[in-house]
């Protein structure tokens, strides 16, 4: 906790330990099966401000009388005058519940005096409260300012937490005030009162070994629980409907990301020993078992062309599409020389989302033999890897490394991709705009590894447009100021005074500005062109670990939001607090 730094957490030598999380409301009680935490600390709760009472001037009136109330009377009347405008007030069921619960609040005095809530008059009150609200939204600049670095110190204080590595948002840390239960539609425990939540109420969850948080002085916590299966940090019982509520963080979001995490990770794992498993299919490619050479150059495929492995559940029920188990003999033609190539097989079939795959592949000619092989005596509609199946090929691949799949193939090559491409495209000399647009040739790269294609868009001849006619004023712009530069240049030669030394320096300033605006118009112009069918977010979102582009980002001094979009940064989060300066894949 002390270590916090800005957004990370650091560990000796500066290693980070933890990063933000992004945040949401959690409704599960418990993690899903398996996952638990091993160390949990926080600060607990922040309770209700405790009740002010009302001022002297405001009062309530019974029967028509001013009546002064006991402080707990009070408050739970100033629940009702809050609500007084509310259709719930005139509610039967509302009124009942309300006043049977009002009543135990009351001193014995009260009780026997206030017996019809007909002849309650809350209208004062209210009038005050209205006044109040009025008050609120007329604050001063600084006014607010006070209650909103107010509200930040809470949140700094008890709206995180360490869980494990990570440092957490929590996300419901404060709790509700006492009021009237209002439910929904007829709600036969409506107007009841619920009920202010002391520490003498709470459950706290946290691990033995962190900080317990100290109850508020002069008050004890229920009870202290050190359960690493629940997701909760505190609970509590309301007293309405008996429902146990909690405080929790938001694992949704971490779980997600160290999936993610993971994904990559795997990726990684998968670039050690590709090696390996390369020599082994190879090896295959000899088998006397059909079933292992067909395997065999199936993994070829999915390494060598990003290939998907073909999924079960979408074969057949959509229109036509194959992955590489089910491809089929009308899929392929072999070419035993093709344009001045050996050995090159020629694809052509739906992939995923029905997107063509079209390529022409030179192979090395054991493959290529063996498609011949399994190509003899086949009709067209034949599956051209009969003795496989998706199963049995993410099964041989799960023997090979744990957790291997076909995409983490894709995976690895696109990562590795985008690596090799952004240290080949960069230019240390380039200006931000420029490696921009080696970020997104790098980008491209992959995308069309990947196969990602789209339709150009049908704006995209109307934008460009737009953008060559911004081009096209700025370089007009440009011809005049460098116009009013030379004039100026001439000017100072005569005169030679401080003045108009000034006014060249402030119109080669303008020039300069000016040249740069056109540049990075002339950027995007390129940028766009290039992109016409590629479509970049598929494998930016999927296959592109996050910490190359982060790495990347911070060697050249690239702000990260030219990168990553804000859902992305939040999806990547993890990746961008964490990333190392020398992140290699
Ligand atoms: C409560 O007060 C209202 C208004 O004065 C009156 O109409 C009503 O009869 C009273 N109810 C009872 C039960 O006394
Ligand atoms: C990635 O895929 C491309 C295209 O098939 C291939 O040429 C390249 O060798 C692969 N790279 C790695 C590192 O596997
Ligand atoms: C794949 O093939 C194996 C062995 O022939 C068979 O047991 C399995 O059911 C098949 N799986 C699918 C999804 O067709
Ligand atoms: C961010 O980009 C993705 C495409 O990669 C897009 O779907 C999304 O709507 C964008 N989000 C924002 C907030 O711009
Ligand atoms: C050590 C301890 O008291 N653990 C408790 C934490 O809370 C759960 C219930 O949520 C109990 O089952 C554990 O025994």
Same mark, same amino acid.
């Given at each position: 906790?002390?270590?916090?730094?800005?957004?990370?957490?650091?560990?000796?030598?500066?290693?980070?330990?933890? =990063? =933000?999380?992004?945040?949401?409301?959690?409704?599960?009680?418990?993690?899903?099966?398996?996952?638990?935490?091993?160390?949990?600390?926080?600060?607990?709760?922040?309770?209700?401000?405790?009740?002010?009472?009302?001022?002297?001037?405001?009062?309530?009136?019974?029967?028509?009388?001013?009546?002064?109330?006991?402080?707990?009377?009070?408050?739970?009347?100033?629940?009702?005058?809050?609500?007084?405008?509310?259709?719930?007030?005139?509610?039967?069921?509302?009124?009942?519940?309300?006043?049977?619960?009002?009543?135990?609040?009351?001193?014995?005095?009260?009780?026997?005096?206030?017996?019809?809530?007909?002849?309650?008059?809350?209208?004062?009150?209210?009038?005050?409260?209205?006044?109040?609200?009025?008050?609120?939204?007329?604050?001063?600049?600084?006014?607010?300012?006070?209650?909103?670095?107010?509200?930040?110190?809470?949140?700094?204080?008890?709206?995180?937490?360490?869980?494990?590595?990570?440092?957490?948002?929590?996300?419901?840390?404060?709790?509700?005030?006492?009021?009237?239960?209002?439910?929904?539609?007829?709600?036969?425990?409506?107007?009841?009162?619920?009920? $202010?939540?002391?520490?003498?109420?709470?459950?706290?969850?946290?691990?033995?070994?962190?900080?317990?948080?100290?109850?508020?002085?002069?008050?004890?916590?229920?009870?202290?629980?050190?359960?690493?299966?629940?997701?909760?940090?505190?609970?509590?019982?309301?007293?309405?409907?008996?429902?146990?509520?909690?405080?929790?963080?938001?694992?949704?979001?971490?779980?997600?990301?160290?999936?993610?995490?993971?994904?990559?990770?795997?990726?990684?794992?998968?670039?050690?020993?590709?090696?390996?498993?390369?020599?082994?299919?190879?090896?295959?490619?000899?088998?006397?078992?059909?079933?292992?050479?067909?395997?065999?150059?199936?993994?070829?495929?999915?390494?060598?062309?990003?290939?998907?492995?073909?999924?079960?559940?979408?074969?057949?029920?959509?229109?036509?599409?194959?992955?590489?188990?089910?491809?089929?003999?009308?899929?392929?033609?072999?070419?035993?020389?093709?344009?001045?190539?050996?050995?090159?097989?020629?694809?052509?079939?739906?992939?995923?989302?029905?997107?063509?795959?079209?390529?022409?592949?030179?192979?090395?000619?054991?493959?290529?033999?063996?498609?011949?092989?399994?190509?003899?005596?086949?009709?067209?509609?034949?599956?051209?890897?009969?003795?496989?199946?998706?199963?049995?090929?993410?099964?041989?691949?799960?023997?090979?490394?744990?957790?291997?799949?076909?995409?983490?193939?894709?995976?690895?090559?696109?990562?590795?991709?985008?690596?090799?491409?952004?240290?080949?495209?960069?230019?240390?000399?380039?200006?931000?705009?420029?490696?921009?647009?080696?970020?997104?040739?790098?980008?491209?790269?992959?995308?069309?590894?990947?196969?990602?294609?789209?339709?150009?868009?049908?704006?995209?001849?109307?934008?460009?447009?737009?953008?060559?006619?911004?081009?096209?004023?700025?370089?007009?712009?440009?011809?005049?100021? $460098?116009?009013?530069?030379?004039?100026?240049?001439?000017?100072?030669?005569?005169?030679?005074?401080?003045?108009?030394?000034?006014?060249?320096?402030?119109?080669?300033?303008?020039?300069?500005?000016?040249?740069?605006?056109?540049?990075?118009?002339?950027?995007?112009?390129?940028?766009?062109?290039?992109?016409?069918?590629?479509?970049?977010?598929?494998?930016?979102?999927?296959?592109?670990?996050?910490?190359?582009?982060?790495?990347?980002?911070?060697?050249?001094?690239?702000?990260?939001?030219?990168?990553?979009?804000?859902?992305?940064?939040?999806?990547?989060?993890?990746?961008?607090?964490?990333?190392?300066?020398?992140?290699?894949?």
């Amino acid at each position: 906790w002390n270590q916090c730094l800005g957004h990370r957490i650091l560990g000796t030598g500066g290693r980070v330990l933890a =990063w =933000w999380d992004p945040f949401s409301l959690w409704e599960e009680e418990r993690y899903p099966e398996g996952i638990k935490w091993k160390f949990l600390e926080h600060k607990g709760p922040v309770f209700a401000p405790p009740y002010e009472p009302l001022p002297e001037n405001v009062k309530f009136y019974y029967d028509g009388k001013v009546m002064k109330l006991s402080t707990k009377a009070e408050e739970v009347a100033t629940f009702f005058a809050k609500m007084l405008d509310h259709e719930y007030t005139t509610k039967e069921i509302f009124r009942k519940n309300f006043f049977k619960d009002w009543r135990k609040e009351m001193t014995s005095e009260e009780k026997s005096t206030i017996t019809n809530l007909s002849k309650c008059d809350f209208t004062h009150m209210s009038q005050y409260f209205k006044a109040q609200t009025e008050a609120r939204k007329q604050m001063s600049k600084e006014e607010k300012q006070k209650i909103k670095e107010e509200n930040e110190r809470l949140l700094k204080e008890y709206g995180y937490c360490v869980m494990d590595n990570h440092k957490e948002r929590i996300a419901n840390f404060k709790i509700e005030p006492p009021g009237l239960f209002r439910g929904r539609g007829n709600h036969p425990k409506m107007g009841m009162l619920k009920r $202010r939540i002391m520490p003498e109420d709470i459950i706290i969850n946290c691990s033995k070994d962190s900080k317990i948080p100290p109850p508020p002085p002069g008050h004890k916590w229920k009870e202290v629980r050190h359960d690493n299966k629940v997701t909760w940090l505190v609970s509590w019982t309301e007293n309405i409907q008996g429902s146990i509520k909690y405080i929790m963080l938001n694992p949704s979001s971490r779980i997600k990301g160290e999936k993610d995490w993971q994904k990559y990770e795997t990726a990684r794992r998968l670039k050690k020993c590709v090696d390996k498993i390369r020599n082994q299919y190879r090896e295959d490619w000899k088998s006397k078992e059909m079933k292992v050479r067909q395997r065999a150059v199936a993994l070829y495929f999915i390494d060598k062309l990003a290939l998907r492995a073909g999924n079960e559940k979408e074969e057949g029920e959509t229109a036509d599409t194959v992955g590489c188990c089910s491809l089929r003999v009308e899929h392929i033609k072999l070419h035993p020389e093709l344009d001045g190539q050996e050995y090159v097989v020629e694809f052509d079939f739906l992939g995923k989302d029905s997107i063509r795959y079209y390529n022409k592949v030179p192979v090395e000619k054991r493959v290529f033999k063996n498609l011949q092989l399994f190509m003899e005596n086949k009709q067209p509609e034949d599956d051209l890897f009969d003795r496989l199946n998706t199963s049995i090929l993410n099964k041989h691949l799960q023997d090979l490394m744990e957790g291997l799949t076909a995409k983490v193939f894709r995976t690895y090559n696109a990562s590795i991709t985008l690596q090799q491409q952004l240290k080949e495209l960069t230019n240390p000399d380039d200006n931000i705009p420029a490696k921009i647009l080696s970020y997104n040739r790098a980008n491209r790269a992959v995308a069309i590894l990947c196969n990602h294609q789209r339709a150009p868009p049908k704006t995209f001849e109307k934008s460009m447009m737009n953008l060559q006619s911004k081009i096209d004023a700025k370089k007009e712009q440009l011809a005049d100021a $460098r116009r009013e530069l030379k004039s100026a240049k001439a000017d100072a030669k005569v005169r030679r005074d401080e003045k108009s030394k000034k006014t060249v320096e402030s119109k080669k300033k303008a020039v300069q500005r000016i040249e740069e605006q056109l540049m990075k118009l002339e950027v995007q112009a390129t940028d766009r062109e290039e992109n016409k069918q590629i479509a970049l977010g598929t494998s930016k979102l999927n296959y592109l670990d996050p910490r190359i582009s982060v790495a990347w980002c911070k060697k050249w001094g690239i702000p990260i939001e030219k990168i990553y979009n804000k859902t992305q940064r939040e999806k990547f989060a993890w990746a961008i607090d964490m990333a190392e300066e020398d992140y290699e894949f």
